[in-house]
């Protein structure tokens, strides 16, 4: 029964129904045909949903909209872009580290592309660049947001692996800035032959010192919101939920009165906006308990490793498949639907053979990005072309250098090197 109700849940998936619907039916399939019992599984799904770590999720997806009509996402533009974006390629850069640092507090993909694309893609095009290759390098650097801290992602990993939260956190650093370092790099790359490029001319009163501490002083507010967040999470003084409580309160304040991008009007859009948002991901998360639970209980995972062991007993063998499972996974659906889906599963799987649910946490964020962004499903690159207005087939040239050149080497590193993603969690928690 559970083969078939796995195969149902891929199928619903596959043909198109909307993925709280498609883990909605699958449950009712188990209800239907199974020995459950609704008024055991829905309790147990809400009691799930209750758990604090969970109220961070919508306080997150606020705080990210309330920076996106603030303007306080453009002034982090523009201090990154008064840093590193004075030579050749080194716009591309300022859209990467600025799609880290907004995903960084938003923690969504989607979010951070529709924000920061908005905001880059007119510069980019000034400047001569590609549009194919902004549209790739945009829809790439977007995914940065579910490795760099807080992530949306990791908070859900969490949830339903029972793992610490700020482990998971520890687990991404590295591999997320590594990638921004790759990324920036093969841009450098890819653009050093370019003629069309434009490198901006510094006029020599912006070359002043005086200058460059009045531009950072009109973006310390903007600065001062992921500091707060990042330092109040790892210095222990304030949980992730409170983090991102504290996100919210500061950005209205300073969108409206600072930078006076936020009025009444539009927070209370940015509130209708949050909740729709957050409305989904909770039916989601909710047909996603119910449907884990019921995939325990039937012993799921332990017929996936059956099934794995009859091809390989070999550790790195298996989590070369399981690897290849997720970033299929990552192509059909979106990232959340895949951490919620395939977390439950893959834990059990995982820790048989020995491998840690931390340094887990950190193959699954890094296989979520790039199964967001791989063709021929590739949500993120469509998104990205739909933000900009470019086709798919014009990105896909720089996709792939992304991928093989930067994706690809990240994944290696974190699957059969721990210590590339364990160090950081080792050397604060002290976890091996």
Not at 9 to 29: E, K, N, R, S, W
Not at 86 to 103: E, N, Q
Not at 168 to 181: D, R, W
Not at 202 to 219: G, M, Q, S, V
Request: charged share 10%; aromatic share 8%; glycine share 8%.
């Amino acid at each position: 029964m559970v083969i078939l109700g796995l195969f149902f849940l891929l199928l619903d998936l596959v043909i198109g129904i909307p993925v709280p619907f498609a883990f909605l039916l699958t449950a009712m399939y188990f209800l239907l045909t199974g020995d459950y019992e609704p008024t055991f599984m829905v309790p147990y799904a809400v009691k799930n949903l209750s758990n604090t770590v969970i109220f961070c999720i919508p306080l997150f997806i606020l705080a990210g909209k309330l920076m996106e009509r603030g303007n306080i996402a453009d002034k982090l533009i523009g201090l990154v872009e008064e840093s590193v974006g004075r030579f050749k390629g080194g716009l591309g850069i300022v859209a990467t580290v600025s799609c880290a640092v907004f995903g960084s507090v938003t923690g969504s993909a989607a979010a951070t592309l529709t924000c920061i694309g908005s905001i880059m893609i007119p510069r980019l095009e000034k400047a001569g660049y590609p549009r194919g290759h902004s549209t790739a390098l945009l829809a790439n650097s977007a995914v940065l947001g579910m490795l760099i801290p807080p992530s949306g992602i990791m908070i859900l990993y969490s949830w339903m692996g029972g793992q610490s939260v700020l482990a998971s956190f520890l687990a991404t650093v590295v591999p997320g800035i590594a990638l921004t370092s790759l990324f920036s790099l093969i841009n450098c790359f890819l653009l050093r032959k370019d003629p069309n490029i434009v490198v901006p001319v510094i006029p020599e009163a912006d070359k002043t010192a005086a200058h460059k501490i009045l531009r950072l002083k009109k973006a310390s507010p903007a600065l001062m919101m992921p500091v707060i967040i990042l330092g109040g999470i790892y210095s222990g003084i304030m949980t992730p939920t409170e983090a991102a409580a504290v996100a919210v309160v500061y950005a209205i304040p300073v969108g409206m009165f600072i930078y006076r991008g936020l009025t009444l009007k539009g927070i209370k859009e940015t509130l209708i906006d949050s909740g729709m948002a957050t409305g989904t991901i909770m039916i989601m998360m909710f047909g996603c308990s119910v449907l884990a639970r019921m995939f325990v209980e039937e012993d799921l995972p332990g017929a996936i490793l059956q099934l794995l062991y009859s091809i390989s007993t070999n550790k790195y063998v298996i989590l070369l498949m399981l690897n290849l499972f997720m970033i299929i996974l990552g192509m059909l659906v979106d990232d959340t639907s895949a951490v919620l889906l395939a977390t439950p599963i893959m834990i059990p799987i995982i820790t048989e053979i020995g491998v840690s649910p931390v340094q887990f946490a950190a193959i699954v964020a890094v296989n979520s990005g790039m199964g967001n962004i791989t063709p021929p499903c590739a949500p993120l690159l469509y998104l990205a072309g739909a933000v900009a207005k470019c086709p798919i087939n014009e990105t896909l040239r720089v996709t792939c250098y992304l991928l093989f050149f930067g994706w690809l080497p990240i994944l290696i590193l974190v699957t059969y090197f721990p210590a590339f993603s364990m160090w950081l969690p080792g050397l604060v928690l002290g976890i091996r």
